[in-house]
Each structure stands twice: as C-alpha cells, then as structure tokens.
C-alpha cells in the first residue's frame, strides 16, 4: 500500500492509496456538501443536484451519460448525507482511467433548465416515497427535533415546499460555491497509477474556480423534546432517541462507536436481549453518527402500540444500568471483534477503501491506514468507554414517534 | 493464491484458496440440497433446516450459539435455494478456527421437537410475508408454472400445507441423507492456514457417516403454459417470464450470462432502453439462472395495467429482432465488461470468493482461478451467444402474471 497526494492551485486536493494486489481500482469525488449547508429556503438543493449531476453536461446528453458509464462495466453510484455528497465508480483496472474522464466531466454539469423541471417532479416523488416509509419518515422527523434550529437539523432530501419553490438559478448559484475546487477531494484506491491518473486529472481540473465556501461549525447538546406523531395506516409504532456524540474529528469516536455497538448492535447488544429476544420489540438498534464538529447517537426501535410503555421502561432501565455499572470486559471484547471484522472487511474491497479514504481526508486532512484505525480501536479502555457514558448520557435524549391514533 | 484440497474417507470434501494478502477470512459449507430434492410431501424441508441449524445441538442452545458467533465478530448467514443450502462466514484470520468449530458442531444439530413446533410458525410467518411480495411471488409462481412436474418447480419456502403437515420425523429422515458428509463440501478463502483448519475438521467430521444421497438430473424444456392470477390488493401488474437455458456444467453457461445482460441488465440493456427508458415499465430485467443439469432465462417486469399490452408487445419485438438479427458487437463488449467487472470485484472479497470457489466444486468437481473464469468470458464469440439464441429461443417462454382485476 502506498499513499500519494496532490494538491492543484485552485485547492484541489487529489489522493490515492495504491494497492498493485488489489484486482479492481476505484474513483470517488467527495464533495463537502450536504443538507446542513443549505439555507431552509432552498434545503433539499444538495440532493437535488447530485441528480442533476447525471442529467449531462454541454457535450453529453442524460443518454450518452448513461452509455458511458454502460461501456466501462463500473459499478457506479453517488449518495447525499447531511455534509457530503460522494460520486463514486468501481471498475476493472484498464477502465480507470475513462470513467475518471467521465466523473470529471459530469462535475461541470449544464444544469438546463428543462432538465430541472423535470427532475423536480422526481425529486417530488422521492420524498412522497420516502414519507411514506416510517422507519426514514421517523429517522427524518427526529433529527429535526434533536437538532432544532441547528443545520444538522435540515432534511436531506428537502421539503414539498422548499422543492416546489426551487428555482434553477438557485441551484446553480449553490452549485458554484459549493462544488469548488477547493471544496472537494477526489480520491483513488485499488490498483492503478498515480502518475496516469494525474495526468488524467490535472487539465481538466485545473480550469475549476476556486470560490469562498465555508461551512458553520458548532456542537449541539440536542433539544431533549419529545413527541409524537399519529398516523392513521399505520400498523406499529415507530420510536427513535438521539442524544449528543463526539464529533468526527474526535478521538474518542472510536469508543462512542464500541458504545452504540454495546448497547444497540443488531444481535447480541443490550437492546438485543432485552427488547427483541424478549419479543418486546421487532427491531431495536442504536447507531453512532459522527459529524462535522458534531454528533449524535441514534436509536431506532419498531414495536407494537401495547409494547411502547413496557419497551420505554426497558430503554430506561438500560441507560440507568449503564451509568450506574457501566459496560463490561466481556462487551467490550464483543464489540471490538465485531466493529475490527466489519472494519477489515469492508476495507478489503477497494470500493470500502475509496469510503474510508476519502473521509478520512475530508473530516481530518490526515491518511491513515487500516493498521491505523484497528489499532486505535483495541486501544479503546473500558473507562474511556464508561467515561464517555457519564459525559455524554445517552439516557438523556430527544424522543420522536410514529404511531397508529390512540385509542382512549 | 494456492488451492489446497482434502477428501475424508467418509467422502466430504474440504478445499481451500489461500490468499495470504487477503485481510479477512471466509468458510462455507456447501450442502448439496434445497427444493428440488423434496418430495412434495416434504415440501419447505431444506429450508426449514437451514432455520433449525442455528436453534443449537445437544451441547449448545440457541442462546449459546448466537453468543458464541458473536464474540468471534463474524459477519455470518446461510441461504437456501432449489439446490444449495450454503452456511456460511467471514471472520478475521485469528477467529477462524473459532467460527469453524461453531459450524462443525451446528452440521450435527438437536433437530428438537420443541423447537421445530415453534419455529414451524416462524416458517409459517415467513411464507405469508413473501405471499405478500409480489415480485417474489410471481417468481415462485411461474417457476411452478414452468417446471411443472419437474422438481425444480417445487417452491423453496413450501407451502402452507406441506409445512403445516411436515412432522419432526420427517426432517429428521431427511436430514440424515441430505447432510451426509459426501453430500457437502467444505470450503476456506482467503487468508488462512490450510495445515491448522485441516486438524480442525479431521477429528469432528470423520465421525460423520456416509450415506446414499442422489438427486434426479433431468434437463427440462418448460411448459410454455401462459397464466394470469388476480389479486385484488395489487395496483401494478408483475409479469414473470422463463424460457429454458443451460446447465450450470455447460461451457455455454458464460454465453448465457452474456445474452441475460444484453437482454435485461438493470441498465443499458435492450429491456432497459426499450421499456423502462420509455416509461412502458417501471423494472424490466432478465437474469440466466444456472442449475444442476438444466437451466433457465427468467424475467420480470412491472407496469401499469394499460401498458400490459404494449409491455408484451416490445417484449415480442426485442426477442423477434434477436432471433432476426443477433446481438451486435457493442452489445457484446458492453456486456462483457459488466460481468468481468462484476466478477472481479465480487471475487476480490474472500466471502464473495468462498462463494465461486464453492459451487464450482459443487458443479464441476473443478477448482477454477478468477483467471480461468475471466478468460472463459472473453473467449465468448459473437456467434456463440447468436447460436444459443438459435438454440434455446427465449421468445419461446412460460408467462405468469400477477395483477389487480381487470375491468370489463
């Protein structure tokens, strides 16, 4: 494994991570946008755009985009998170180098009007789609409330309202802030070339603009409120908890992930025996999420409406055991075996690779291997797990639900 | 990478593909049963086994062993299929021997009557929920319409009355014969020492007897029998479509992948460009599904009840202008790219390896590189995928479908 690094003037930061055993090579631009940096009159804009972004450019149509990457045999996707947007491909080595020149083309996309209009109704319809499913409905709802009027709080994919309000010259003046150069890292990993991609990259790129883009930055304690909300077709209650977490560039993230593991991982964890073994609950995880200078702690759980008082008492009585006796040994060993194997496993692909590499270089300008993270989780004492449990106590959250009308 | 293999004398096979660069290790035992093996009277054994598996031995409750794989961190599961129960996980190297312990001991389960009673309703419920999918259900449904009194159209799940009558004698019977050591393989990938996993497995599984455990192979044309079923709830018609293809012994089993992704791939096929680019169906796609002796192209489709009829129209014209004029060579090399890369990149994970290196020793009885695989498919001609479309005609299909009432 080697790393390399490359910066252009206008602040592009390009990186690899050479694996010549690897048999497939992989590409991700990571660009530092998400729906925490958008205004609540155009939230939504984000996701909106990585759409738009395979609607073509001057020289290429939405079809000819679409051939393109049809021709390479990649497996290619992006996604939107609350703070990145990420274009990624994984391909056979000899066809790196053409779906790089594609990624970079379609980072200067023409945005048409026409294509806008058309997009927005299937934007419309994802979040119809996505209301529709309570498990996201409720995950949506509750960060809102956790975060309040913190950016966090901002809905990925935006709002019936702030959609329908969007204009194309909105978006376009995001967009040319937001996907600056400077404001984005393009990563590599498997097997390939430095000196080729660099090569590949280097003209096109250095043609970008660099721009102003900043990004507000505050930690958040969470609002505590709760509430819930009636919905008439539906059949279970849907209950989520945040609470406050370390934040991406912390060290102790790694403990607050053996943490969420310990008291919320799908089999095995504290949730597990108590809430689904015990048939209390279908579904009971909790999830570490860390952020940009902030993050939170999320509990999903599915049950029944005679089980929710019963299910409550339970998730209480387990964050009181927790700050009382804290974990144990046998937890601890549990969760790291789990957490390294997930870990390796996924790095092993140069696609999981690509994930971690680019984040790590977005959240903390730093290249670190996986020797390096796996140490640093069997580093992890159980005191700085317990610690983290007396400063962050998860028992004191923010509670969404969704449920069935109550019948009185 | 190095294969490594290893027969007991009571006929149970143990191969490996050493790969000591990999970060992460797989092992899988490959059970020679599934569907096609039952009777009708036992209908939903298999798999019914496959759930009984990890409710523990005589040694071990279920309670046991679910802590037990979870302090190794493996990411583990089985499946089962017409033909194949295959048990399996990934683990990190140093846990190994742990998890394959754990699999030694779980092939000799309890088969207790308690809990066979209450998982039959775990079953029960199961069957009920993939009733419920339609696009699950019409596959079971015109598998059955296809096959017709061949085994392979027997359903995985079984059905609500074979189930409900099957008794824990029974399974027991079955078990005994299909879960004999010359009916499985046993297989290791990735990075691991072939010498310490081999003194593993000798002691336990030589203790297991040998049995006489055949299937019938007989290749099967379809019965090209055309069905509708009504279902009230439903608001979009699915159209399951299965024509005969090739074995999964025959050399033309790669001609055969190519001609389902010209076909129907996701994207960039004809169904794709033909159908769902043009809004006529929300999903088109065909997949080539490789069996013991006999083989089969199935599709599915889904779209409104106005566009039935023209879905089946374009559907007509795609297979008519295939049979007229074959496939083109941008087809071909647009397809071969996909499957390499699909390949490759599956293959580069040891689990995703464990996978091929074992149902190509299930299969063939043959140990083959990704090399061997990879050059099987470039070695592809023009007009080996031309002939096989002479051959095995997909236009000459068993239709079934499932949508809400027709109005009169």
Redesign the interface.
Known sequence: MEFKKKKLANGLVVIGEVNK????AAVGFFVKTGSRDESKQINGASHFLEHMLFKGTERLSAFEV??A???????FNAFTSEENTVFYA???PE?LVEVTELWIELMRPALRDEDFDIEKNVIKEEIAMYKDLPSYDVLDRCRSLHFDSHPCGNSILGGEESIGNLTAEQMRGYFTNRYAPNNMALAFAGNFDWEQVCTVVESPCSKWQKQIASRKLEDYRGSKKKKRVEKSNLAREHICLMSRGVSAQEPRRFAASLLATIIGDN??SRFFWELVDKALAETATMQFGAMDGTGAFCSYIRCSSENVSKVLDTVRGIFESLSKSGVTKDEM??A???????L??K?????GRLVDLGFNWIYLEQYRT?ADDISAIKAVAIDDVNSLIEKFNPGDFTQLSIGPAQSS
């Open positions: 055993s690897a048999k497939s679409n051939e990457f049809d021709r390479t045999g990649a497996e994984a391909v056979l066809y089999v095995g060993k549990t790291k075996n789990k957490i390294l194997s997930a390796v496993i790095n092993e692909l140069p696609m996986i």
